[in-house]
């Protein structure tokens, strides 16, 4: 979407269609779940639990991490993801959908 087409949405409605971005999928509410509960998680963690090719699993990780739900660092070559500071307010906006 153009800079010129989101002005004529408000804030909230930009906000809340990034939200349901982040989760339209199920693939990305089962990682939001996933670091819910553990803190953080990698990529290589989440294989088995997903069921889904290490490439999918990398984009939707991508999907949040665009969305501002996750962020990356790495550690040694591990590439670990877990919830970007500050966002506290969209997770209590889904925290019914996290709690499952």
Same mark, same amino acid.
């Given at each position: 979407?153009?800079?010129?087409?989101?002005?004529?949405?408000?804030?909230? !409605?930009?906000?809340?269609a990034?939200?349901g971005?982040?989760?339209?999928?199920?693939?990305?509410?089962?990682?939001?779940?996933?670091?819910?509960?553990?803190?953080?998680?990698?990529?290589?963690?989440?294989?088995?639990? $997903?069921?889904?090719?290490?490439?999918?699993?990398? !984009?939707?990780?991508?999907?949040?991490?665009?969305?501002?739900?996750?962020?990356?660092?790495?550690?040694?070559?591990?590439?670990?993801?877990?919830?970007?500071?500050?966002?506290?307010?969209?997770?209590?906006?889904?925290?019914?959908? $996290?709690? !499952?």
């Amino acid at each position: 979407m153009g800079a010129s087409k989101k002005q004529q949405f408000s804030e909230s !409605q930009l906000d809340s269609a990034r939200i349901g971005k982040a989760i339209a999928s199920a693939a990305r509410i089962a990682i939001l779940q996933h670091v819910y509960r553990h803190t953080a998680t990698t990529n290589k963690e989440l294989l088995p639990i $997903l069921s889904l090719s290490e490439a999918t699993v990398h !984009q939707h990780l991508q999907v949040l991490v665009k969305t501002g739900f996750l962020e990356g660092d790495f550690f040694g070559n591990t590439h670990a993801y877990y919830f970007k500071p500050g966002v506290e307010p969209d997770l209590n906006k889904i925290e019914w959908l $996290l709690v !499952q």
